[in-house]
């Protein structure tokens, strides 16, 4: 019998929660988290979590032809910076207030936090 404990099957289940939820360290420890997640027009609707030293961070998204919705819940003692690049900047809201600046959606503290926006018009 071959181990099942193998590099391959670890890079496969990193993506998942790198890669489609965008759930990465900043710092050591996760202390400090970057959430970016990936919108891909083969996925509608993910959820997932990480489990951290400090608790597990949650991030779900829903796609809904160009406007997604995102929630991400962030453990205590821990900060979180939400980058949206493939989201129109001019959509954006969290919690159902208008992001006005980039900066709204850094060092977020421990909470649930809900952003909505709109995919812009090149993506596939």
């Known amino acids: 019998m071959n181990s099942l404990n193998h590099y391959a099957y670890g890079t496969v289940s990193r ?4 890669g489609i939820l ?18 891909g ?8 979590g990480y ?3 400090h608790g597990e961070i949650v991030v779900s998204w829903q796609r ?3 406007l997604v ?7 205590k003692n821990t900060t979180v910076e939400i ?4 989201l129109s900047n001019k959509s ?7 992001v006005t600046a980039a900066s709204e959606l850094k060092q977020l503290e421990a909470g649930t936090y809900q952003i909505e926006g709109v995919l812009h018009a090149a993506f596939d």
Do not use: M
């Open 15 to 18: 993506y998942f929660y790198e």
């Open 22 to 39: 965008g759930i990465k360290p900043k710092s050591a420890g996760f202390k400090e988290i970057t959430v970016s997640p990936k919108f």
């Open 41 to 48: 027009s083969q996925l509608t609707e993910v959820k997932g």
């Open 51 to 53: 489990r951290t030293p």
């Open 64 to 66: 809904n032809q160009q």
């Open 69 to 75: 919705k995102l929630e991400v819940v962030v453990p």
């Open 83 to 86: 980058q949206l690049p493939q």
């Open 92 to 98: 954006l809201t969290l919690n159902g207030n208008v």
